[in-house]
């Protein structure tokens, strides 16, 4: 291809606001956004995602207050930015319709509906510590053993099952 019409595409492909580099001063997770700064101007309203429509499916990763994140706009409109790429995530947040998954550096939550895994987790291991047997003497066929709070074992289980489904 000749070098002229090679840079006229060239030209033509290029956007009129670039993506820059600025630092975080601020995070507000629950209307998904930064402020940051680009040594010059501060920005505010900046997405932490490049679309945010409202509905109940959202992914987030929250920049650390004070690291260096890329910053793009969206159509090429300075007013509407979002960052692009992060020098270091303080957490994470996906949110798809009643799933959650969110992780921090203390941990992590994962939750369906009213349900996380914390509390399956903690409610079977209470149904081992309530463990307890009834032992009955039959005729001269020995002992049976019964788990008294067999039902306890059985609803943490259908609990799980519903929680964790083969995706």
């Known amino acids: 291809m000749d070098k ?15 993506t820059f ?18 040594d010059q101007i501060k920005y505010t309203d900046v997405q ?9 499916n959202k992914f987030f990763l929250f920049p650390s207050v004070g690291s260096s994140v890329l910053v793009s706009p969206i159509k ?13 995530i303080e957490s994470l947040d996906l949110q798809i319709n009643t799933v959650q998954f ?4 203390a941990g992590f939550l994962l939750k369906k509906e009213n349900e996380t895994l914390k509390g399956l987790v903690s409610d079977l291991l209470t149904a081992v510590e309530n463990m307890s047997f009834l032992v009955t003497t039959t005729g001269g066929a020995g002992n049976t053993t019964t788990l008294v709070n067999a039902a306890q074992f059985t609803a943490v289980k259908n609990r799980f099952n519903e929680f964790l489904n083969d995706v």
């Open 76 to 88: 090429e409109d300075i007013k509407r930015l979002y960052v692009e790429s992060y020098s270091e």
């Open 102 to 105: 969110k992780i921090t550096e």
């Open 4 to 18: 002229k019409i090679q840079d006229a595409f060239r030209k033509l492909m290029q956007r009129d606001v670039d």
């Open 48 to 56: 932490l995602s490049s679309v945010i429509d409202g509905n109940k």
């Open 21 to 38: 580099p600025g630092n975080v001063i601020s995070v507000d997770k629950k209307q998904g956004t930064c402020v940051v700064s680009d």
